[in-house]
């Protein structure tokens, strides 16, 4: 039996010029810059003049997209000039503000070469460039409706995110580390974030948002407000024995070396799939009654049967061959599963990755609750010992992870990637605009078979997800029932 949104992606589907055609044409690029600025720190920090190091998993990131997410609003177009002249004023002088607890982001990379032993680390200064960028834009041929009518993200959402320029990690060398831009819409408005994933996780990216945010509401005016609830925490490094140097080196000299050049993850499809509170509790239900396990003591999570539907449904999109491998990798955050657990207030990355692979014939050829189960023991080994011991590998054979199957990537043909989190509280951050109605993000990790989670916006424990995959993939999905099942209508 289909399911409403099955019902209604078929209907788009059949009728000549869809919807996503029709914002296709409507949603040529017609932004206008405003302004733009640098804010750095409100005053001066003793604890800034020191070089900021990153750890191992830092540097590894250096050659991949920074994270970017962005939160979409409502405006009252009768008051348009002084609401966004005021948002403006208040997101500058406040992230002056943040900028005091989370220094590293006013300040750019620096790379120190060893020519004698090929090699080179990179590392932040923190008073070096003009600090973060702000910047003013306009689209004001674009209706909230064009953005949130279709499951499809429309193509100009990128460009809500650093005027839609690609970069990378590295180039946080001449670019900042933190990049906010404010788009007026026709009746609403759009705050993009882009920040630097060589520093900052999905946690620590949250973290910041939510101090901005918190900065934004405290104004007093006097504007003297300096403290705030959620202090960053600083230089926990439990991968680095005595005497052992912050200062990592990578075994390479010059970055073409490191750094994949014009990588293009080709055309892709971006859409938003909604999954309630109800939906979750039936797919939960149904892993854990395929595993053997009763109501009274469920083993399988719903974020966990969420994924296996997820690997199964976009497995077989592919049609591959029974005797293909495939894998799914889940994007974990590492600080809750040391002993003790860490803080979401330490600053940083704290990443790893459950990874689990099999042939094509053992996923699609057994139930949902086998891969769902599997999936979960990869995510418990994933405990502070594993994880301390990858980091302490990092230190002693650093290494720049790449995108596209070269290195030790987590994406390919046959792959599964999910990250972000239903966990982060996207839509509690409040800049005076009132609840957002909706999380996007931009160009950054795009690939076929990625997958980023959002709560979704009425809360509940509902999920919104964000699937990249090629046009005729996508196709597939959206006519995979058990699929569409789960999927609704929002």
């Known amino acids: 039996m289909s399911s409403p949104m099955a019902e209604m992606l078929n209907s788009q589907q059949q009728n000549g010029t869809s919807i996503k055609l029709k914002l296709k044409l409507k949603l040529k690029l017609k932004l206008k810059l405003i302004s733009e600025c640098f804010v750095k720190p409100k005053y001066e920090l003793e604890a800034a003049k020191q070089n900021y190091h990153l750890s191992p998993g830092d540097v590894g990131m250096i050659s991949i997209d920074p994270i970017q997410k962005g939160l979409l609003y409502h405006l009252n177009v009768r008051n348009r000039p002084e609401i966004i002249s005021g948002l403006l004023e208040k997101l500058k002088h406040s992230l002056s503000i943040a900028l005091i607890h989370f220094y590293p982001l006013a300040g750019r990379f620096v790379t120190e070469k060893y020519p004698d032993e090929h090699a080179c680390s990179i590392y932040i200064d923190c008073n070096k460039g003009p600090g973060a960028r702000l910047t003013h834009v306009t689209a004001l041929d674009v209706a909230i409706s064009d953005i949130l009518s279709s499951t499809d993200v429309p193509p100009i959402v990128r460009s809500f995110f650093e005027l839609g320029e690609t970069m990378i990690n590295y180039d946080g060398h001449t670019r900042a580390l933190v990049s906010i831009q404010v788009t007026e819409l026709l009746d609403g408005v759009f705050i993009g974030f882009t920040m630097n994933h060589s520093v900052v996780d999905g946690t620590s990216f949250l973290h910041f948002v939510s101090v901005l945010s918190e900065i934004v509401r405290s104004e007093t005016e006097d504007n003297t407000i300096t403290k705030i609830s959620r202090v960053p925490i600083f230089d926990y490094t439990p991968w680095l024995n005595e005497g052992d140097s912050k200062l990592h080196k990578l075994p390479y000299l010059e970055p073409e070396e490191f750094i994949q050049q014009g990588y293009d993850p080709g055309l892709l499809r971006e859409c938003i799939f909604h999954f309630s509170t109800t939906s979750l509790a039936t797919l939960k239900a149904k892993a854990n009654q395929e595993c053997g396990s009763t109501s009274n003591e469920y083993v399988i999570s719903s974020f966990q049967a969420l994924s296996a539907l997820l690997w199964r449904a976009i497995t077989r999109a592919r049609n591959l061959s029974s005797d293909q491998p495939t894998t799914c990798s889940i994007l974990v955050n590492a600080r809750t599963r040391f002993d003790p657990p860490v803080s979401d207030d330490h600053f940083g990355d704290f990443i790893s990755a459950a990874q689990w692979g099999c042939k094509v014939d053992q996923l699609l050829g057994n139930d949902l609750g086998w891969a769902a189960m599997n999936l979960r023991k990869e995510i418990i080994k994933q405990d502070g010992k594993a994880i301390l011991g990858l980091y302490e590998f990092l230190v002693k054979t650093p290494m720049v992870f790449q995108r596209g199957g070269a290195g030790p990537d987590f994406h390919g043909p046959n792959k599964v990637v999910i990250g972000g989190s239903s966990r982060f509280d996207m839509y509690g951050p409040d800049f005076g605009l009132g609840r957002a109605l909706a999380v996007r ?32 993939l996508m196709a597939a999905l959206e006519a995979d029932m058990e699929f569409m099942t789960y999927v609704s209508l929002h």
């Open 441 to 472: 993000m931009g160009f950054a990790n795009k690939e076929d078979g990625k997958v980023t989670a959002n709560p979704g916006s009425e809360g509940k424990g509902s999920v919104d997800l964000e699937l990249c995959l090629r046009p005729h």
